[in-house]
Structures are given as C-alpha cells and as structure tokens.
T-cell receptor
Framework: AQSVTQLGSHVSVSEGALVLLRCNYS??????LFWYVQYPNQGLQLLLK??????LVKGINGFEAEFKKSETSFHLTKPSAHMSDAAEYFC???????????FGQGTELSVKP | EAGVVQSPRYKIIEKKQPVAFWCNPI?????LYWYLQNLGQGPELLIR????????DSQLPKDRFSAERLKGVDSTLKIQPAELGDSAVYLC?????????????????FGPGTRLTVL
C-alpha cells in the first residue's frame, strides 16, 4: 500500500526566507504525487503535481517541488516566503488507476513578519 | 467557472440524530469523491463515484453512512445515527474523469467542506 510521510507538523519561517516542506512517499509502482494547500475554513487547492514527466515541477504562487526517486522524496520549496503563504500544506500520492489520494498528515506553515 | 459547492458549511447536531451533506461538483466532472478530514489530519477517502456508480466505497462505514449520486451529478452523504466520533470536516471533490477510466493524474477540485459537530 502506498503512504506519505510529511516531516514536521509545523514549520515557521520569516518573511522572505526559504520555505522547505518535506514529503516522503512509499510506493511499489511509479507514483503520481501532489501538493495541496488549505487555507482556514476552505477546501484544498492544488499547488502542483508530478505525473512522471519532468522531475522538477513548478506550481502556482512560486512553489516548486522536485521528485527524487532515489530518496523517495517530493519536497516542496519556495525561495521567498510571503505572509499569504501561511496555511496547511498536504502532500498526497495517487493510488491505483482510480485517483484515490493518500494524504500525509499535513504541515502547518507559519510566516513571521 | 463555479467551483465545487457544498452545503451546509456548518452543522451541529445531537448524537444519534441523522445528518445529510450535499455536494454539487464542477459542471462536466464525471468523478466525485467524498473525503473525511479529522482535526489535524489529512483527508481520507470515503467513497468515489464514476458518474452515478460508486466504484470505491471500501472505506465507507456502511452501518451508519450512506451516499448517493442520482443522475451522476449532485451527491448526498448521510449519517444515521451520528456518533460523537463523527465530528469532522466532510469534503467533496470532483475531477474530470479521463476517457478509459485512468484518473490517477487528474486534479481533484475540492469544495469548502461541511464542518460537523456532534454533541
């Protein structure tokens, strides 16, 4: 069975600093990987996804993630944090052909002025 | 383009009462999902529909939960009777559903969710 582990339930950075949110996956087949963001009292919004094309994936709002098969990782980065980036971030892997998403526990990002 | 619509946004009920949640997916989306999100956790799939057919309901607690998607558009998720442990956010999502059934890479579009509190 596939699974996702997000390291760090809470990450705090200063405005303008690098954002790094860690995600490791477990999968017996080539995975499809996703990062979603959830703002308070809202649904999840897709940031980016890896579907076996380029290993470096660029998403919305300046975020990107790199698929590293040897490390089974799909970490999310942004060069310079903005106050509006404060939210909950979820990494997910798609299981099977039906699109069932297996989510990690989530990482809450705080951005300090 | 309108997103996924869910209602109600909030619901407070006494335990043992029934409750229902409604979801209207993005127009033209064939695949509809219901997820359960407990506080501080990632969402977990309850049921997935391809048009009007429930193709994955293995995680749905069928003794008290039921769902339907009549005519392959709107969907309703019901709990009867509700228990204290059912307090959570219930998320609905939809995706286009690719021809041939391969939807692994589809983007799922989520609604705002219904926050249920069972007292």
């Amino acid at each position: 069975a596939q699974s996702v582990t997000q390291l760090g339930s809470h990450v705090s950075v200063s405005e303008g600093a690098l954002v790094l949110l860690r995600c490791n996956y477990s999968s017996s087949v080539p995975p499809y990987l996703f990062w979603y963001v959830q703002y308070p009292n809202q649904g999840l919004q897709l940031l980016l996804k890896y579907t076996s094309a380029a290993t470096l994936v660029k998403g919305i709002n300046g975020f990107e993630a790199e698929f590293k098969k040897s490390e089974t990782s799909f970490h999310l980065t942004k060069p310079s944090a903005h106050m509006s980036d404060a939210a909950e971030y979820f990494c997910a892997v798609s299981e099977g052909q039906g699109g069932k998403l297996i989510f990690g526990q989530g990482t809450e990002l705080s951005v300090k002025p | 383009e309108a997103g996924v619509v869910q209602s109600p946004r909030y619901k407070i009920i006494e335990k043992k009462q029934p409750v229902a949640f409604w979801c209207n997916p993005i127009s033209g989306h064939n695949t509809l999902y219901w997820y359960l999100q407990n506080l501080g956790q990632g969402p977990e799939l309850l049921i997935r529909y391809e048009n009007e057919e429930a193709v994955d309901d293995s995680q749905l607690p069928k003794d008290r939960f039921s769902a339907e998607r009549l005519k392959g558009v709107d969907s309703t998720l019901k709990i009867q009777p509700a228990e204290l442990g059912d307090s959570a956010v219930y998320l609905c999502a939809s995706s286009p559903g690719l021809a041939g059934g391969l939807t692994s890479t589809d983007t799922q579009y989520f609604g705002p969710g219904t926050r249920l509190t069972v007292l």
